[in-house]
């Protein structure tokens, strides 16, 4: 009898699982909704960064790392002036994108990036800014956050951007326990209605911006004071009656 010969089946790779998340800390979920409330009442859901497409909010997006969107807002009408589609950008020289952003640090990756993400842009969506987050990770230099961004504001798709004041405040409010950005933003988005996550998120790095300030947290003209667990103007016992 002859051998059976051995045909090679394919093994379908495992899907990847996603980290498993960490617990919420308790009362998590009413002091995320009591936050969105209050923050509603104070903040316009926007972006300090100056834009007048979904082009020119990645472009500028990408140009706010390390940075503040005051120092982006300055060079990005001669940068936008000069390079206002992909195409411009995909093609410029180096040189002078570099002398043009030069004020926002990082000035040489930066370029590099911008004018990559340019280029990929119109080889892979013919100069069209994709409005789903698959598809916009699929650029050079563009992470989860600066995706949620431009969803949020760009298309009206809500997403829950997690930068450095988001993670912070989150953790400070005590809506979540987690330094992770990924898992900060699955854990909010479970607790906040979807219609919520953008004005939130942009909400929260105002908030992070002018009152929760990093070194001084301006805790006694805080609207969250009464429910916050880090306020530093109640008392201990007051913060462990806060809701929950
Ligand atoms: S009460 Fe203080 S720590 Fe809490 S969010 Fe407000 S400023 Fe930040």
Same mark, same amino acid.
């Given at each position: 009898?002859p051998?059976? #010969?051995?045909t090679?089946?394919?093994?379908?790779?495992?899907?990847?699982?996603? =980290?498993?998340?960490?617990?919420?800390p308790?009362?998590?979920?009413? %002091?995320a909704?009591?936050?969105?409330?209050? $923050?509603?009442?104070?903040?316009p859901? /926007?972006?300090? $960064?100056?834009?007048?497409?979904a082009?020119?909010?990645l472009?500028?997006?990408i140009?706010?790392a390390?940075?503040?969107?005051r120092s982006v807002?300055l060079?990005?009408p &001669?940068?936008f002036?000069?390079?206002?589609?992909?195409?411009?950008l995909? +093609?410029?020289?180096?040189?002078?994108?570099?002398?043009i952003?030069?004020?926002?640090g990082?000035?040489?990756?930066?370029?590099?990036?911008i004018?990559?993400?340019s280029?990929?842009?119109?080889?892979?969506f +013919?100069?069209v800014?994709?409005?789903n987050?698959d598809?916009l990770?699929?650029?050079?230099? #563009?992470?989860?956050?600066?995706?949620?961004?431009?969803?949020g504001?760009?298309? *009206? /798709?809500p997403?829950f951007?997690?930068?450095?004041?988001v993670?912070?405040l989150? *953790?400070?409010l005590?809506? /979540?326990?987690?330094?992770d950005?990924?898992?900060?933003?699955?854990? /909010?988005?479970?607790?906040?209605? %979807?219609?919520?996550?953008?004005?939130l998120?942009?909400?929260?790095?105002?908030?992070?911006?002018?009152v929760?300030?990093?070194?001084? =947290?301006?805790?006694?003209?805080?609207?969250? *004071?009464?429910f916050?667990?880090?306020?530093?103007?109640?008392? &201990?016992?007051m913060?462990?009656?806060s809701?929950?």
């Amino acid at each position: 009898m002859p051998a059976k #010969i051995a045909t090679s089946r394919r093994i379908k790779p495992k899907p990847k699982r996603k =980290p498993a998340l960490p617990r919420a800390p308790r009362g998590a979920r009413i %002091r995320a909704q009591l936050t969105v409330e209050r $923050l509603r009442e104070l903040y316009p859901a /926007v972006t300090e $960064l100056t834009h007048q497409d979904a082009f020119q909010l990645l472009i500028a997006t990408i140009l706010s790392a390390q940075t503040t969107d005051r120092s982006v807002n300055l060079i990005t009408p &001669k940068l936008f002036g000069l390079y206002p589609t992909p195409l411009d950008l995909a +093609g410029a020289d180096p040189a002078k994108v570099q002398a043009i952003i030069k004020p926002t640090g990082f000035f040489r990756s930066k370029t590099e990036r911008i004018i990559s993400a340019s280029r990929k842009l119109i080889e892979l969506f +013919g100069g069209v800014v994709p409005g789903n987050i698959d598809d916009l990770v699929k650029l050079p230099g #563009i992470g989860r956050k600066t995706a949620n961004v431009i969803l949020g504001v760009g298309f *009206n /798709v809500p997403g829950f951007a997690v930068d450095t004041h988001v993670k912070r405040l989150t *953790n400070l409010l005590g809506l /979540v326990k987690t330094r992770d950005p990924e898992k900060i933003e699955r854990l /909010v988005t479970k607790m906040v209605p %979807r219609e919520e996550w953008t004005g939130l998120s942009l909400r929260l790095i105002l908030h992070g911006r002018r009152v929760c300030i990093a070194r001084r =947290p301006r805790c006694e003209e805080c609207l969250l *004071n009464d429910f916050c667990p880090s306020s530093r103007t109640r008392s &201990k016992q007051m913060r462990k009656v806060s809701p929950g």
